[in-house]
């Protein structure tokens, strides 16, 4: 079978799966911003399904998300959607890397989107603690554990920044993670 072929219904496979997904949370960001009655049998249906899917994401911002909920906003299914559309493009790459004509070439992706791994969960850190996520929430503690593993080396090359106030602070460290990673 043709690689390229391979790859495309790869492409189509993760891409479905992860559409689905993304569907399913973007039907409740619509219901949330319109509106929609909470009582409607369809609204409840659809919000206790689309919970499995936005749940991890519920209270990195706590006192945010409580400010947009006035708006209709739900701060957490829109970190949701983007988390799942970054996923469908790095699991994708990885499964495609099978494909490769040649086994060196094969080996040469597969590390490519290793990498692209570490580097999303590094950015994912760093961007968590300099906008002050709590860190008791469930994906932050998830993304901040499994970071870990690639943070340790690099912890304490440089002070991090704190501001206290806001919760923020700027690990200056995770950002030279980043830059390493992204060189190899």
Same mark, same amino acid.
């Not at 790859?7 to 569907?23: H, N, T």
């Not at 249906?45 to 209270?59: A, E, K, P």
């Not at 790459?93 to 969960?121: C, G, P, Q, R, Y």
């Given at each position: 079978?043709?690689?390229?072929?391979?790859?495309?219904?790869?492409?189509?496979?993760?891409?479905? *799966?992860?559409?689905?997904?993304?569907?399913?949370?973007?039907?409740?960001? =619509?219901? @949330?911003?319109?509106?929609?009655? +909470?009582?409607?049998?369809? @609204?409840? %249906?659809?919000?206790?399904?689309?919970?499995?899917?936005?749940? !991890?994401?519920?209270?990195?911002? +706590? &006192?945010?998300?409580?400010?947009? #909920?006035? *708006?209709?906003?739900?701060?957490?299914? %829109?970190?949701? #959607?983007?988390?799942?559309?970054?996923?469908? @493009?790095? !699991?994708?790459?990885?499964?495609?890397?099978? $494909?490769?004509?040649?086994?060196?070439?094969?080996?040469?992706?597969? =590390?490519?989107?290793?990498?692209?791994?570490?580097?999303?969960?590094?950015?994912?850190?760093?961007?968590? /603690? #300099?906008?002050? &996520?709590? +860190? $008791?929430?469930?994906?932050?503690?998830?993304?901040?554990? *499994?970071?870990? #593993?690639?943070?340790?080396?690099? /912890?304490?090359?440089? +002070?991090?920044?704190?501001?206290?106030?806001?919760? =923020?602070?700027?690990?200056?460290?995770?950002?030279?993670? !980043?830059?390493? *990673?992204?060189?190899?």
């Amino acid at each position: 079978m043709n690689s390229a072929l391979i790859r495309a219904q790869i492409k189509a496979l993760v891409f479905g *799966i992860f559409g689905i997904a993304m569907a399913i949370v973007l039907v409740r960001i =619509i219901l @949330v911003l319109v509106g929609a009655n +909470p009582q409607s049998q369809f @609204v409840i %249906f659809w919000m206790d399904m689309s919970n499995f899917l936005v749940g !991890i994401f519920r209270n990195m911002y +706590p &006192a945010l998300e409580n400010q947009l #909920l006035i *708006i209709n906003i739900e701060l957490f299914s %829109f970190m949701a #959607l983007v988390f799942y559309m970054l996923m469908a @493009v790095l !699991i994708q790459k990885s499964f495609a890397s099978f $494909t490769e004509d040649s086994t060196v070439e094969m080996i040469k992706s597969f =590390i490519d989107s290793m990498f692209k791994f570490l580097e999303f969960l590094l950015i994912a850190r760093f961007l968590l /603690k #300099l906008t002050g &996520a709590a +860190p $008791t929430a469930v994906f932050t503690n998830f993304i901040y554990s *499994i970071s870990a #593993l690639v943070y340790e080396p690099f /912890k304490d090359i440089l +002070p991090a920044i704190e501001v206290k106030e806001f919760n =923020i602070i700027f690990e200056s460290s995770t950002l030279i993670a !980043i830059i390493i *990673i992204i060189i190899f």
